[in-house]
């Protein structure tokens, strides 16, 4: 499970084992027992989330959003897949 960063105390990572077919680009997020699950593309947005408020859920949009090309950066070299 490669983690791609760390930002206050939340862990942004994606699995080893992303399905077969793989799912799409990517990224989960946990904190204290809580998960999300948030598409990159075409925008960032949630596939799930189990716990985080509302605030909290537009924070880590905004940090993926930021991110972008660093998580896929990330999905490509873990991944073999070139961008």
Same mark, same amino acid.
């Given at each position: 499970?490669?983690?791609?960063? $760390?930002?206050? *105390?939340?862990?942004?990572?994606?699995?080893?084992?992303? *399905?077969?077919?793989?799912?799409?680009?990517?990224?989960?997020?946990?904190?204290? *027992?809580?998960?999300?699950?948030?598409?990159?593309?075409?925008?960032?947005?949630?596939?799930?989330?189990? *716990?985080?408020? +509302?605030?909290?859920? $537009?924070?880590? +949009?905004?940090?993926?959003?930021?991110?972008?090309?660093?998580?896929?950066?990330?999905?490509?070299?873990?991944?073999?897949?070139? +961008?």
């Amino acid at each position: 499970m490669p983690v791609v960063f $760390r930002e206050r *105390g939340y862990r942004f990572y994606f699995y080893s084992d992303e *399905g077969d077919p793989r799912e799409p680009l990517h990224i989960h997020v946990y904190k204290d *027992g809580v998960d999300a699950k948030l598409w990159l593309y075409p925008e960032v947005v949630y596939a799930d989330n189990h *716990g985080f408020d +509302a605030r909290t859920q $537009r924070w880590i +949009a905004k940090i993926v959003e930021t991110r972008r090309d660093e998580i896929e950066g990330a999905w490509h070299d873990h991944f073999g897949t070139g +961008a």
